[in-house]
């Protein structure tokens, strides 16, 4: 089994910051890509950022130079740091890592059960 376990969300007025967690925990043997996605109510999930294993990043054009990801190898964790927040970036935003579990020869994606921001005065 494996699971991927955010937090961080809640609630924040415009302008202001957050940070998002997330932990990959279980048979694992390998981690590819992890990063994070969002969905508004009533919108399609969207792609927020990724990052490689390596390190290379790729964002969403409306949270470029506002959002950062980052990750830890070591503790199977990817974060998003939020500034300059906006009532559009209001949604579930939901965890994801391709993994290769233990015994198999390639990889999976999996998805965390998603943690809510909202953007309000």
């Known amino acids: 089994q494996v699971q991927l376990v955010e937090s961080g969300g809640g609630l924040v007025q415009p302008g202001g910051s957050l940070r998002l967690s997330c932990e990959a925990s279980?048979?694992?043997?390998?981690?590819?890509?992890m990063g994070w996605f969002r969905q508004a109510p009533g919108e399609q999930r969207e792609l927020v950022a990724t990052m490689g294993s390596l390190g290379r990043t790729n964002y969403a054009d409306s949270v470029k130079g506002r959002f950062t990801i980052s990750r830890v190898n070591a503790k199977k964790a990817v974060y998003l740091q939020m500034s300059s927040l906006k009532p559009e970036d209001t949604a579930i935003y939901f965890c994801?890592?391709?993994?290769?579990?233990?015994?198999?020869?390639?990889?999976?994606?999996?998805w965390g059960k998603g943690t809510l921001v909202t953007v309000s005065s």
């Open positions: 994801y890592a391709k993994i290769r579990r233990g015994g198999l020869l390639y990889y999976m994606d999996y």
């Open positions: 279980g048979d694992i043997l390998a981690i590819d890509t």
